[in-house]
Nanobody, 119 residues
């Protein structure tokens, strides 16, 4: 059984920063790509950032220059550092991770963490 637990969301003023974390645990043999998605009310879930097992990263245009995705392989954890936050960044943020575990390869989702940017 694999679980992803997210933390770090909250309420922040425009221009502020937050750091999201997503820790994987359970029967894990290998972790491959790790991603952050977000879903705002009334909108489709969108990919925000991805980091490969080799450390290559890619970002949505809306996140470039403000967000940084990173990973700690020893802790099976992916992070999303979000700076210069805007009200339009308000959404539920989800991590999504490709994992090879006891039952084979699959992608897993975190439970979501709310990020609200408001004055």
């Amino acid at each position: 059984q694999v679980q992803l637990v997210e933390s770090g969301g909250g309420l922040v003023q425009p221009g502020g920063s937050l750091r999201l974390s997503c820790a994987a645990s359970g029967s894990i043999f290998s972790i491959y790509a790790m991603r952050w998605y977000r879903q705002a009310p009334g909108k489709q879930r969108e990919l925000v950032a991805i980091i490969t097992s080799g450390g290559s990263t890619n970002y949505a245009d809306s996140a470039k220059g403000r967000f940084t995705i990173s990973r700690d392989n020893a802790k099976n954890t992916v992070y999303l550092q979000m700076n210069s936050l805007k009200p339009e960044d308000t959404a539920v943020y989800y991590c999504n991770v490709d994992i090879w575990g006891r039952t084979g390869a699959a992608d897993y989702w975190g439970q979501g963490t709310q990020v609200t940017v408001s004055s």
